[in-house]
């Protein structure tokens, strides 16, 4: 669903662009609390997981494919905010670095594609969580449901955006059909593989999955014939080794995905591509500012063999994501602990008192 330049025009897409920023700058300063010397670096792979299924375009009908959007994935395993961070750092970096997405239209796809579905498949999910037993199992469940909305949710907030700013004139109601019905498709895929990542990184290290934070039952003891919470045990820390351990098998997991299996990935057009093309919605696309980069269509330029060449560039991309991934969450991990500090903490007890 990346949309190039010249599908929604210059007003629309300097408002989308504003709103990004805004939606980005309030995502900092809650990923603080978000992240931790745990979860930073989880953050920075699942940025660069999400570079690499994104190049797993997969069948879905007539001739469309659909690859993953990832905001429902991002937000369950390390929150909402630092969500819709991962999503803008792949977003960003598929703009500059592959001329995917336009970037006059950057905007307009954070807005879309990183913050309508983090936001939308989180309040999903934590809506589900709450009905749902409290196992890891309905962690999965939930994340599976909220995935599947996510999808049509973006595709219905780019045709908003479309009825707003489109550049081509089109009826809204045969655009928000089209959309809509093709996306319902692509959110199963979306669906699949986000419970079953979910699931795998639950089954291993619960403790990193931020949608499964909370889920042990509380001890029940009975004083004085009523029955009262007990005291929550501290949680044994995980080795560190446990840590990299998880930490290298994803990231060697998004290396074969993005360098190898992409090969195998469909060739066809994508829903947003193949609407575009059958809607008229693409007749003023323009082409992309970085269409000369090395790294364009995800392909390493002046490298002829078409295997080498886009899985070249499918481990240049995770290499990219993870490193600059990694360093804005470090930073603003940083940042928390900066706020934290002893020196605000003894000016905060002392304005107190």
């Known amino acids: 669903m990346h949309v190039p330049d010249g599908f929604i025009d210059a007003p629309t897409s300097a408002v989308t662009g504003v709103v990004a920023a805004g939606a980005i700058a309030v995502s900092l300063r809650g990923a603080r609390r978000e992240l931790d010397e745990r979860t930073a670096p989880l953050a920075g792979l699942v940025a660069a997981f999400i570079f690499a299924v994104q190049m797993l375009n997969f069948p879905v009908a007539a001739g469309t494919s659909g690859h993953l959007l990832g905001g429902a994935l991002a937000a369950i395993l390390v929150g909402p905010y630092t969500g819709v961070l991962c999503v803008s750092v792949v977003l960003l970096l598929q703009g500059i670095l592959f001329a995917d997405g336009g970037l006059t239209a950057l905007g307009v796809n954070i807005t879309d594609m990183a913050i309508v579905t983090t936001v939308v498949a989180y309040a999903f999910f934590r809506g589900l969580v709450k009905v749902l037993p409290r196992s890891r199992r309905s ?11 996510s999808v049509p949710a973006a595709a219905l907030a780019f045709t908003f955006l479309y009825w707003i700013g489109g550049t081509t004139d089109i009826a809204i109601g045969k655009v928000a059909t089209a959309m809509v019905g093709v996306h319902v498709l692509i959110g199963v895929g979306e669906a699949a593989i986000t419970a079953l990542t979910v699931g795998a990184v639950i089954a291993v290290r619960p403790d990193l999955v931020y949608g499964a934070r909370g889920l042990t039952q509380r001890l029940k003891l009975r004083v004085h014939g009523e029955l009262v919470d007990a005291p929550a045990a501290e949680p044994a820390p995980a080795p560190a080794r446990s840590h990299r351990t998880l930490w290298i098998t994803g990231l060697v997991t998004s290396l074969v995905l993005a360098g190898i299996v992409s090969f195998y990935a469909s060739a066809d057009p994508d829903g947003l591509e193949k609407v575009a093309a059958d809607k008229g919605i693409d007749e003023k696309a ?33 290499g990219v994501t993870v490193v600059a991934g990694s360093a804005v969450f470090w930073s603003v991990r940083r940042r928390r602990g900066d706020d934290a500090s002893p020196t605000n903490t003894d000016t905060n007890t002392d304005t107190s008192v």
Do not use: C, M, Q, W
Request: charged share 15%.
């Open 286 to 318: 323009k082409e992309h500012a970085n269409s000369d980069s090395p790294l364009a269509d995800y392909g390493v330029e002046d490298i002829t063999n078409a295997r080498v060449s886009g899985g070249l560039a499918g481990v240049i991309g995770v």
């Open 139 to 149: 962690v999965t469940v939930a994340s599976f449901v909220a995935a599947l909305v």
